[in-house]
């Protein structure tokens, strides 16, 4: 396993980071456990969750796999130091979460709180905002014209930040949290937090965690460039695209018990027949070079410069050592040349 450095915080994590979304759906606790044994054994210490999660997010499972890790935890207290745990507080739109309001500082301290009481721990070493409070050009809204940033009162966003970021400084002082990360942000967010810290003297953005994969490489170059120069973690989460560049979605198939086949929040806005052409083609690059189209996406991503730690979820056990052992293989130059020939045909294909 190799490592990397978590932005400017110091901690060295595995190029690997262990996503937890499906546990308490499609996995249950004995699953999970069997998950966190195995990638601690393979080198792998980043692990990811949210208060959100279970998927998809319901009432019924909201902070369900934050309470599997917490009882993993618990069954394991001496082993808490092996790994670096990142969770989330939910965004705006949820009314079953505090009413669907914005994050606030007061809702930060309320929810980081309830998150070290389901995970059992006494501190969380990176906590990130699930996504700002203006809606930001993620989940299938990023084609122009979708969003008005011009809508946005920036002074008043501005504000809101800055009370976020005052109530995580104060968790970071109480040592509930170590560092503070974004997700499902833009250049913009990352900035105006650097911006409020360096002015206010308060704790600096550690990371960003933006989906990332061969079907939707917007962040590509402006925002990693940022990430880059600024010195924040880039975490692309959704490798596969919700497991569609494995394949398995090609031409309507919809494999049993698969994420497709379950009612997804934003709807199946990834299903396009732009995206299955692109797939096909992924997949018929990874016959022609022996890869499975898996391993091809994700050691993509992996050897994409500006790339700290790549967010994986599986399952099962058999998907989970396959998406593992991908990031031991490096793409030659040809195999790369052929990638870059795919995203040029398909640059955006949903």
Not at 93 to 111: C, F, H, M, N, P
Not at 181 to 187: A, K, R, V, Y
Request: aromatic fraction near 8%.
């Amino acid at each position: 396993m190799q490592y990397s450095t978590l932005g400017h915080s110091g901690l060295k994590v595995s190029r690997v980071c262990l996503g937890t979304m499906t546990w308490g759906t499609q996995n249950n606790q004995a699953d999970a456990n069997q998950q966190i044994e195995y990638a601690l054994g393979r080198g792998i210490n980043f692990i990811d969750t949210a208060e959100m999660y279970a998927v998809p997010p319901t009432a019924q499972t909201y902070g369900t796999t934050e309470t599997i890790i917490g009882h993993w935890l618990a069954a394991n207290p001496k082993r808490r130091s092996e790994f670096f745990l990142a969770s989330k507080i939910a965004g705006n739109g949820l009314k079953y979460i505090r009413g669907g309001a914005d994050i606030s500082g007061e809702t930060v301290k309320q929810a980081v709180d309830s998150s070290l009481q389901r995970l059992q721990t006494d501190y969380i070493d990176l906590y990130q905002l699930h996504w700002p409070n203006r809606t930001s050009p993620h989940f299938g809204k990023h084609s122009p014209g979708h969003i008005r940033f011009g809508d946005v009162n920036t002074e008043q966003h501005s504000a809101q930040m800055l009370d976020i970021l005052q109530a995580l400084n104060h968790c970071v002082k109480a040592g509930k949290i170590r560092h503070f990360g974004l997700s499902d942000d833009t250049p913009w967010g990352i900035n105006e937090y650097i911006r409020l810290a360096q002015e206010h003297n308060l704790t600096r953005v550690t990371a960003i965690q933006n989906e990332f994969n061969l079907l939707h490489h917007k962040d590509w170059p402006y925002l990693i460039e940022n990430c880059v120069h600024q010195n924040v973690a880039y975490l692309p989460w959704s490798p596969l695209a919700t497991g569609a560049l494995t394949g398995k979605y090609l031409n309507g198939a919809r494999p049993a018990g698969a994420r497709w086949c379950t009612s997804q929040r934003n709807g199946l806005f990834r299903d396009t027949e732009q995206v299955n052409a692109a797939v096909g083609e992924y997949c018929r690059l990874a016959k022609q070079h022996d890869l499975t189209p898996a391993q091809l996406a994700l050691a993509w991503c992996n050897q994409v410069d500006g790339v700290t730690s790549t967010i994986i979820g599986a399952t099962s056990m058999e998907q989970l050592k396959e998406n593992i052992d991908a990031f031991d293989i490096t793409l030659s130059d040809d195999i790369l040349a052929d990638i870059s020939n795919a995203l040029k045909t398909y640059p955006a294909p949903f």
